[in-house]
């Protein structure tokens, strides 16, 4: 394995274990019951952005300085 697909395979790893380490550390701040609500309230309102999003298709802000 070349290390470009090292390091591939290194970071699709890591967005595997992103989401489960997440809820790990939600849970442990704010305790089981607590975290489950919020990492839900979390999913939908991410769903909900990512929904008008799409739907009004908003232009990205230029990425040019700004010079005062």
């Known amino acids: 394995m070349g290390w470009v697909a090292w390091r591939a395979a290194e970071a699709l790893e890591a967005a595997a274990r992103a989401p489960a380490l997440?809820?790990?550390a939600a849970r442990a701040r704010y305790?089981?019951?607590?975290?489950d609500k919020?990492?839900?309230?979390e999913a939908r309102l991410q769903a909900r952005f990512d929904?008008?999003?799409e739907a009004?298709?908003?232009?990205?802000?230029?990425?040019?300085?700004?010079?005062l």
Do not use: F, K, T
């Not at 305790?31 to 975290?35: E, F, I, L, M, V």
């Not at 919020?38 to 309230?41: H, P, Q, R, T, V």
């Open 22 to 24: 997440y809820a790990e």
């Open 31 to 35: 305790g089981a019951d607590a975290a």
């Open 38 to 41: 919020i990492l839900a309230l």
């Open 51 to 53: 929904r008008v999003a």
């Open 56 to 67: 009004h298709a908003p232009v990205l802000w230029p990425s040019l300085p700004i010079r």
